[in-house]
Structure formats: C-alpha cells, structure tokens
C-alpha cells in the first residue's frame, strides 16, 4: 500500500464518522463539569491535558502500541495478553462496557467492510471479548499504516471527542474549541514518544481523579453521556 493510501486510511480510521460510538462518551468529563471542576476553557484544558498526561500516555497508548506489534509479529499470546490487561485497567463498569461496546462495532465494521479474513476473525474469537485497543490495532496492521501514525491519530481522535464532549456540557464555543484542539495537539507527539518508550513494568493505569469521575457519573442524575 502507498504513503498516499495509507493515508487515506489512517483519517478514515481517525474520522469522527468512524461508527463505533465515541461521540457517546465522555469518560468522567461530564461529571467534572457536573461537579464545578470544568467549568470554562481553561478548565477543560487541564482536566482533558492531565488526563492524557497520566492516563492515557501511560497506559492506554502504550497497551495500543504493544498490540500493533502483536499484530504484526503474528502473537496470538501477546493479544490476548495485553487485551486482558486493558479490560483490567477499566476500573468503572461505565468504562469497561465503553471499550467493549467500541471494540464490537469496529470489529463488526471491519468484517462488514470484507478486511477480515478467515484466520483473524477466529483469532478474535478466542480471544473475545475485545478491546477496542485491539480492533482498532488490527485495523492499522490491515491497512499498513505506520505505527506512531496511528498511535498519534488515536490520541487525536480521543482529544477530539474529550473537546466535543466539553463543547456540548460545559458549555463552550466552536472557535474555544479550536483552541483546546490546537493546545492539545501540539502535546501529542510527546504522548506518543512515552507510549512508545515505557517499559512493561512502567505502564500504570492509576489516576484516581479520573477514576472517581467515572465511578460518580454512573449515578448522575442527569446526563448527556454513556461514561
């Protein structure tokens, strides 16, 4: 596959029309912004910053990157491996039926769009239930898209759906929205160098704020999103 194909593939992957779901959540942003914390740009920025800084740069991304290479390296161990370590690392049941709602979709998306073959749908189903890291992860290993590419593409797409989910709950305006997307995409590539360098045993899922957010939002009484 080209550069240019490739591509085009990774923005479909990255797309907001990908439908898997996303835009339905917000992963305790809206409860933080329920309980006075978000409650301006700035605001946002903070909670939507630390939570890549010690969140998602250190364990989800890395988890993602480990799949990729599984993927490529044919390790049906190291899937399921890092695929049970994901799902462990959902620590609110909000989060776990997110990440297992999207990996259905994208899964089903990818076998409707005939890019699955034989061997990898049975291989998905031993290792079921999956992760969305893990779909998503395949895709980029079918479309021959680079690596870091599409660990910085997952980062962007979930920046973005953190903004769109402040833009509708605080509420802020399409051009503070910019903003936020430009503030955060320029902290992108350096998530990306750490998901990339962490070793095993320095992955670590703990963020407690962010955590208490989704455990709370379970039971908010009003709300917009599903996390």
Known sequence: MDDELALSRLLQLASPLLPVGAYSYSQGLEWAIEAGTVGDADSAL?????ALRYSLCRFEMPL?????RCW???????????????????????????????GYSLTRLLNELKTLDAAQCARLSRIAPVGFPLAYAL??????????????????????????????AVPLGQVAGQRLLLALGARLA?????????????????????????CRHETQYSRLFRS
């Open 46 to 50: 903070l909670w939507i910053g630390d």
């Open 64 to 68: 993602l990157w480990r799949l990729r």
């Open 72 to 102: 490529d390296e044919d390790d049906e161990a190291g899937l399921a491996h890092w695929n049970a370590e994901w799902r462990a690392g959902r620590d609110t049941a909000e989060a776990r039926a997110e990440t297992l709602q999207m």
């Open 139 to 168: 895709a980029s290993a079918i479309w021959r898209i680079d690596p870091r590419k599409a660990l910085h593409a997952y980062a962007w797409s979930w920046a973005e759906n953190q903004v769109s989910a402040a833009l509708k």
């Open 190 to 214: 350096e998530a990306v160098e750490i998901a990339c360098t962490l070793e095993d045993d320095a992955l670590s899922n703990f963020s407690p704020g962010l955590t208490l957010a989704g």
